[in-house]
């Protein structure tokens, strides 16, 4: 992206509580960050630690942000079927959604750029377990977008993680490389 213009994009990762969804607004953040972008993080959550709906949001500009929550998503990926019912209609539309098709049976309305997968269950093959869901959407919305660099996500990723937990998050991140690339065709 070209910082001589104008650049705004505004994103929210939405689901349930568990999923991640906190964390990869954070990790992107700290990639924008990296990128030189001006950047805000906010979540929301309910009182439940696992479950209750969840959801970050991530501004990410070359000028001043003066609300830091998105409000007309460029990007959303929505985990579970209430986050889609509540939110698709906020998606700018040439936005791009992304859903975990195994969760999100029903779409309100049509969508131009959409990517279907079943997350759950290619990561649970693929990784070998649920818990990088949120790096492998994340990835995915990274490879179509380029709202960052996949050098800078790559970066934040291993700021953001303890040690232990860097290796399944790398292959989880060529894994949403693999999705997105699929999702073209």
Do not use: W
């Not at 979540?43 to 000028?63: C, K, L």
């Not at 003066?66 to 509540?86: G, M, N, R, V």
């Amino acid at each position: 992206m070209t910082k001589s213009n104008t650049f705004r994009k505004e994103i929210r990762f939405s689901g349930s509580g568990g999923q991640g969804l906190i964390l990869a607004g954070i990790i992107l953040a700290r990639a924008a960050a990296l990128e030189g972008y001006k950047v805000t993080q906010t979540q929301s959550y309910g009182p439940e630690s696992r479950g209750g709906s969840s959801r970050a949001d991530v501004v990410i500009s070359n000028t001043e942000i003066y609300f830091p929550e998105a409000q007309h998503f460029d990007y959303l990926i929505a985990l579970t079927q209430q986050a889609a019912d509540k939110y698709i209609y906020d998606l700018k539309d040439d936005g791009l959604l992304i859903i975990d098709s195994g969760l999100v049976k029903n779409l309100g309305m049509t969508i131009n750029n959409l990517v279907e997968q079943e997350l759950t269950n290619i990561c649970l093959e693929r990784l070998g377990s649920v818990l990088p869901m949120n790096i492998v959407s994340l990835s995915c919305l990274v490879h179509l977008s380029k709202v960052v660099t996949e050098k800078n996500l790559e970066q934040a990723i291993r700021e953001s993680l303890k040690p232990s937990l860097i290796d399944l998050n790398l292959k989880a991140m060529k894994l949403g490389f693999e999705i997105a690339d699929k999702s073209l065709n």
